[in-house]
């Protein structure tokens, strides 16, 4: 028994070191079954790895009297079967990102057996420009299954946090204890006062309305599309598409590198949306800013907000300038660092801590957080 700890430990380091180690593979005595996985958990793993050792790209092996070479579909049922879901995703995601084997998103048999997930998502708005055909048909529904995973993670805390915000000058139909409008329904019930028990006999009871149906709020969203800010793209664009939908608001989604694209009209749709933005370029913040302000129809009942690391590729003294004019409008402004729940935060510091001291509210939150705050705004 301690001898075949002892082997398997062995191939347990020799596997992190690789097919280019100076040891080879052991096999265990009296476990052939060990023996085989660990050579099959080697191959797949030299067919991502052993791409750090040279230009082989993982479509051939070398030559020799070895096994028939792997392909990328069949690489892709072997770590099914061999890792567990979590250790999948980890690989799935190295491909793409670490080892551009872009053959997993262009091929649609291949990419139909990707786990739909977050990971893939941004893979797929990165990598979008090399597909083509069917292929694109089958990268917007995994785009939509992840999307409306999202989305539904977060209608219910929108829903809560803003529709719940209680419209106090009109009534309502919503007959729960906590919308009662007592003082109207005080008035409305004089008549009916009992004098000689001193009490009200309440015929009708009044109640406040949960949704604003006139004088909306305006919501502006100004999102930065460079690399860095994929999540908070991507999170950007579900959230306005859940504003839309809500009568109480009225949402400008608007995307900008060096030029500036207004979304509005696409947010009944946020999986074509997504598949419309063009990530990476440079950033000029100043330029959407101006856009933005012309948005501003009535800035005392509108909610500003800007998603971006604050990287700005041409003059900060025009970013600075133009936020001031903004934030003197009265309107509620909102610069985000980071919108999404990982949390991973990099953004110019000292261009953060301008607009703070310049009147804006700075900060890197979570999409729950940004309904809550929106929420507390509009009450």
């Not at 028990?197 to 109640?207: G, P, T, W």
């Not at 149906?213 to 860095?228: A, M, R, T």
């Amino acid at each position: 028994m301690e001898s075949r700890m002892k082997q398997e430990n062995v191939n347990r380091w020799r596997l992190l070191l690789g097919k280019n180690a100076a040891d080879p593979l052991t096999g265990i005595e009296g476990y052939e079954e060990a023996s085989f996985a660990y050579g099959e958990i080697d191959e797949i793993l030299h067919y991502l790895y052993g791409r750090e050792y040279g230009d082989e790209r993982g479509y051939r092996r070398q030559g020799g009297q070895e096994g028939s070479s792997l392909t990328v579909p069949a690489w892709l049922s072997k770590i099914r079967t061999i890792f567990p879901k979590e250790t999948v995703e980890i690989l799935e995601k190295q491909a793409l990102e670490k080892y551009n084997m872009t053959e997993l998103l262009t091929d649609r048999t291949v990419l139909e057996k990707l786990e739909p997930n977050m990971h893939l998502l941004k893979s797929i708005l990165q990598f979008k420009g090399y597909m083509k055909g069917e292929v694109i048909q089958s990268a917007k529904e995994i785009v939509r299954k992840v999307v409306e995973e999202i989305r539904r993670s977060l209608e219910s805390e929108i829903q809560t946090s803003i529709i719940g915000a209680i419209n106090r000058q009109k009534r309502g139909y919503s007959k729960s204890l906590k919308n009662l409008d007592v003082q109207r329904t005080i008035i409305k019930n004089l008549k009916n006062y009992d004098q000689k028990n001193k009490r009200f006999i309440l015929d009708q009871l009044y109640f406040h309305s949960n949704v604003r149906q006139h004088n909306k709020w305006n919501i502006v969203i100004l999102v930065d599309e460079s690399g860095s800010m994929l999540d908070s793209v991507i999170y950007s664009a579900v959230m306005a598409s859940i504003f839309s939908k809500l009568a109480a608001l009225k949402t400008h989604l608007v995307i900008f590198d060096t030029k500036v694209v207004d979304l509005s009209s696409q947010l009944e749709d946020p999986i074509d949306l997504l598949m419309s933005v063009q990530l990476g370029g440079g950033t000029h913040i100043a330029k959407a800013l101006k856009y933005g302000n012309t948005l501003l129809e009535n800035p005392g009942r509108t909610i500003f907000i800007l998603v971006s690391d604050l990287e700005e590729g041409y003059s900060m003294h025009e970013m600075y300038r133009t936020s001031q004019a903004i934030i003197d409008t009265g309107c509620k402004f909102l610069v985000l660092t980071a919108l999404d729940f990982a949390g991973n935060v990099h953004y110019n510091k000292q261009a953060a801590r301008t607009l703070s001291d310049m009147g804006a509210h700075v900060a890197a939150i979570t999409p729950n957080e940004l309904a809550q705050w929106i929420g507390k705004i509009i009450r």
